[in-house]
């Protein structure tokens, strides 16, 4: 059974930095693309950064690009980490770890989720 774990999030202050970290469990993800969605109150889940195991490639959101930073761990295997600097209130959300074969920006593409860790950024 797969499992994704979020850890990381919390409440900053704007400007200030947050790492997640996403570890996977259940099956080897070499093949997988993984990535982060949020869910700030009243707004749809939307589509972060993702990035594929094997080749280390990486995509962001409009929103993020230049701020945000995913990375993949190789040596803690199936460990994936957003580091956040530069944060905004409307960073504010419920950030969700994904992972599929494929990948993309859509919510649909993604069949594994974990269980989402909130990250507050305070004006």
């Known amino acids: 059974q797969v499992q994704l774990v979020e850890s990381g999030g919390g409440l900053v202050q704007a400007g200030g930095s947050l790492r997640l970290s996403c570890a996977a469990s259940?099956?080897?993800?070499?093949?997988?693309?993984m990535g982060w969605f949020r869910q700030a109150p009243g707004k749809e889940r939307e589509y972060v950064a993702a990035?594929?195991?094997?080749?280390?490639?990486?995509?962001y959101a409009d929103s993020v690009k230049g701020r945000f930073t995913i990375s993949r761990d190789n040596l803690k295997k199936n460990t994936v980490y957003l580091q956040m600097n530069s944060l905004k209130p409307e960073d504010t959300a419920v950030y969700y770890c994904?992972?599929?074969?494929?990948?993309?920006?859509?919510?649909?593409?993604?069949?594994?989720w974990g269980q989402g860790t909130q990250v507050t950024v305070s004006s």
């Open positions: 259940g099956r080897t993800f070499s093949n997988y693309a």
């Open positions: 994904v992972a599929d074969t494929v990948g993309g920006t859509k919510v649909s593409e993604y069949t594994y």
């Open positions: 990035i594929t195991w094997s080749r280390g490639t990486t995509y």
